[in-house]
């Protein structure tokens, strides 16, 4: 079966006719190697594009007002240059994936200042050493990370890890000293 009869097949199952009224669709488990044209649905908020086949990422086609993205369990192994433009995203699931490089991918993400649950585990990203401080420290709107609540003692401790100067700075003023 096509993409095309795919999305078909979605929208008859949902009952909807136009393009204008699709907000959701899924295209869960329908063996896709890549994100498909999707730039026709224009008020699209929530994406299901997991359990695929998915390898590179390329959602220039999804509209910038997404709110959830759902791609976890596909075989992507970079999301540079795909989902930057995704402003509105307050939900992405990218777990169980072939995910490399935690800089790229943290620049990437560093626009979505709505985003509040996000995970990233089981991907090589979230073995290296701080990983979710790191997180924490260049998305800091997330209030759930790796299905885990964000603490505010792994916030403090981010802030000191990634913030060292400022830190500093704040507590010198905090404590009526000099900053040297």
């Excluded at 307050?90 to 996000?118: P, S």
């Excluded at 403090?156 to 400022?166: A, L, N, T, V």
């Amino acid at each position: 079966m096509e993409v095309a009869d795919d999305i078909k097949e979605s929208l008859q199952k949902s009952g909807i006719q136009r393009d204008v009224d699709v907000c959701q669709l899924s295209l869960a488990t329908k063996k896709l190697t890549s994100v498909p044209d999707l730039s026709r649905f224009h008020f699209l908020r929530e994406l299901w594009l997991n359990n695929n086949k998915i390898r590179e990422l390329s959602c220039r086609s999804l509209n910038c007002c997404l709110t959830e993205l759902y791609l976890h369990n596909n075989n992507i192994k970079s999301i540079s240059g795909a989902l930057n433009h995704l402003t509105c995203l307050r939900l992405l699931f990218l777990h169980n994936n072939q995910i490399r490089g935690l800089e790229d991918t943290m620049h990437e993400l560093r626009k979505m200042q709505q985003l509040q649950t996000a995970s990233f585990f089981l991907n090589p990203i979230s073995h290296q050493p701080e990983y979710r401080l790191h997180v924490i420290h260049c998305l800091p709107s997330v209030l759930v990370l790796d299905r885990k609540e964000v603490k505010s003692v792994e916030r403090e401790r981010s802030f000191q890890m990634y913030s060292q100067e400022r830190h500093r700075v704040l507590q010198s003023v905090a404590f009526c000293r000099r900053a040297t």
